[in-house]
């Protein structure tokens, strides 16, 4: 089963969040920050596990 790594705005700011399976890992300024966590992240899980990790990004 892969890890579901998703990205949106956090509460009512205009900061974005990576949510890890539906918890919160981390809060940022930019959108272009939580992609690039994103990013690492699942690049990170395709060395261990080929590809089955999903991301979603939502407003």
Sequence with gaps: ???MIE???YR???HWAVYV???LLAVVVY???AVAIADMLMRMRGRKEAGDAGLR???
């Design 21 to 23: 399976d539906g918890e």
């Design 57 to 59: 990004i939502t407003n």
């Design 1 to 3: 089963m892969g890890v």
């Design 31 to 33: 959108r272009k920050g």
């Design 7 to 9: 990205i949106r705005k």
């Design 12 to 14: 009512q700011s205009r």
